[in-house]
């Protein structure tokens, strides 16, 4: 055999072993992504979190995605006990583009709302806020290392979808602040 061969055949195999041993890991709630992400049942959660998991799946149906397919709503409960809603917003100068947890913040702030009391994120397969959207969530925690952040698949068509519970804490240790 070729030194091509099997180096491509390894690799193949190194990708198949990252892949299962990822997806033992989501399946076993153990870190990942930055944090510890606890699944419930999404019937099993509060109602008004309920609320927002379907407030921000309905969203999502409205993002601005032509260049990744991908799309993001996000349902941010603010301090005033109002939900407030945002998706991605995509533009073809990449860098100008706008996460929907970004969008969902800057709603609640331009109705003088700036506390989050917890924030809920709707998108293919769960996954969870990018690094930047991390830390505007932590700017309008005000310290409260636990605010919970909810993330779900927006797509799962069972009754009782699995919901990830996380925190900002969890998933910025380490949150810059001036």
């Known amino acids: 055999m070729r030194e ?30 930055g944090g510890t992400m606890q699944k419930v049942r999404l019937n099993d959660l509060d109602h008004g979190v309920q609320l927002c998991c379907m407030r921000a799946r309905d969203v999502r149906s409205r993002a601005h995605e032509p260049y990744s397919k ?5 349902a941010v409960r603010g301090g005033d006990g109002n939900i ?10 990449y860098p100008m583009t706008r996460c929907a947890e970004g969008n ?3 709603g609640m702030v331009g109705r003088g709302v700036v506390n989050i009391d917890y924030l809920v ?15 505007i969530i932590w700017e309008f925690s005000h310290g409260n290392k636990d ?8 797509e799962d068509k069972s009754g009782n979808p699995w919901v990830n519970k996380t925190s900002i804490g969890e998933l910025l240790p380490y ?4």
């Open 4 to 33: 091509t061969e099997i180096l491509k055949r390894d690799t193949r195999r190194d990708m198949m072993v990252c892949a299962i041993f990822f997806a033992r890991r989501l399946r076993e709630n153990t870190r990942h992504r």
């Open 70 to 74: 991908f799309k993001v709503g996000c």
């Open 84 to 93: 407030h809603i945002g998706v991605n917003v995509e533009n073809s100068a």
């Open 104 to 106: 969902a913040i800057s």
């Open 121 to 135: 994120i709707a998108l293919k397969g769960g996954g969870s806020p990018c690094g930047g959207c991390r830390q």
């Open 147 to 154: 605010l919970a952040i909810y993330c779900f698949d927006a």
């Open 175 to 178: 949150a810059f602040e001036l």
